[in-house]
């Protein structure tokens, strides 16, 4: 059975994909992942603000120390030459090029335009085969219309896209009031392909001590069932790569999702709980069903369950919502 897909414009063995996590911050484990069978693999994401903070910190001990004697300036190098936070994660995506055959994305979340355009240049002079930049923005500002919001995604991609050459995949969020509409503005701002979707880490409250936590649950298969309704709604009808992503767990999500349309599945959970070499099992899971349905490639059955494609294509709407409703007694 044939695994491989197309995913902008890169040619991948597997429909299987490492999200973006801190498994890939080691080039060994990378290898390790290309070994068990995974299509490419997104790095764990550069965030501008804590470089930015990591800059201010080194600034403030610069301002304290290097005036105390004339000497103290040679022990610090030009902050323009010194890439705090950004060296060791361009020298992962260098390293892991030598190492590995299968495509390294990057992925990137900025603050500011120029962070954006900086580290997005810098990122595929590094040899990142392309870059997811994950727009984690939640508009708190009760002030910001909608469009604000809208616009603000919109002038990203163009920004990155005018910076680059490389592809460049967007993490989308699911709270547009019109996904699709949004989906067709950003392939024409440039976008490459669309992630679907961004998982927001909300927080918690504790109530013995009033304060806020912020820890971290694995995502679950029962949380497939959004993105699954928009991929299948916005299969073949967005010239775009469509990647799925959030509640991979076993080989069933990622059936699910190339069922409703996906070109690739992400999954990074399933590998904190069983470990890397789970992936090599996922492939043979997906090619056991494959085998058993009689599909000999992906494109037999890529988006077979999409609004496009199913006999009753209102199963997706309103009245598929109240038969559910009804089901219940």
């Known amino acids: 059975m044939k695994l491989y897909t197309n995913y902008m414009g890169m040619r991948l063995d597997s429909p299987i994909i490492v999200s973006a996590c801190t498994l890939s911050g080691q ?3 990378i290898v390790k992942m290309e070994d068990h069978g995974a299509g490419a693999i997104v790095l764990f994401s550069l965030f501008e603000e804590k470089i930015r903070k990591d800059e201010d910190r080194f600034k403030g001990v610069m301002s304290e120390t290097t005036h105390t004697f004339p000497e103290a300036l040679d022990y610090f190098p030009v902050m323009e ?3 705090i936070g950004t060296y060791e994660y361009l020298e992962i995506i260098r390293k892991a090029k ?12 900025g603050i500011t335009t120029e962070g954006w355009i900086d580290y997005s240049k810098r990122i595929e002079e590094a ?17 910001m ?21 490389i592809p460049v995949a967007v993490k989308l969020n699911p709270y547009f009031s019109a ?14 392909a669309l992630v679907l979707f961004n998982r927001f880490y909300q927080p918690d409250f504790d109530i013995n ?22 991929l299948a709604l916005l299969y073949g009808k967005v010239e775009l790569s469509l990647a799925a992503t959030t509640g991979v767990q076993t080989a069933v999500e990622v059936i699910k999702y190339i069922l ?8 990074a959970s399933s590998l904190y709980k069983n470990g890397i070499p789970y992936i090599r099992t996922m492939n043979k899971e997906l090619q056991d069903w494959m085998y058993m349905m009689g599909f000999d490639d992906l494109a037999s059955f890529r988006g077979s369950m999409s609004q496009q494609h199913i006999s009753n294509p209102t199963a997706y709407e309103r009245v598929n919502y109240i038969k559910i409703l009804e089901s219940v007694k």
Not at 260 to 267: E, H, L, S
């Open 98 to 109: 030598e190492r590995v055959d299968i495509p390294i994305i990057a992925s990137l979340n």
């Open 209 to 230: 001590e009033l304060v806020i936590k912020t820890d971290l649950r694995y995502s679950e298969s029962n949380e497939i069932r959004l993105p699954l309704l928009w």
């Open 260 to 267: 409703a349309g996906a070109d690739v599945v992400m999954t």
């Open 145 to 165: 219309s909608s469009a604000e919001v809208e616009h603000r995604y919109l002038n990203i991609i163009e920004a990155v896209k005018q910076s680059i050459k």
């Open 127 to 143: 040899g990142a085969d392309g870059l997811e930049i994950n727009i984690f923005f939640i508009p708190a500002d009760i002030a």
């Open 81 to 83: 030459d010194y890439d």
């Open 27 to 29: 080039t060994d484990n």
């Open 179 to 192: 996904t699709g509409n949004m989906a067709l503005r950003m392939k024409n701002a440039g976008a490459d």
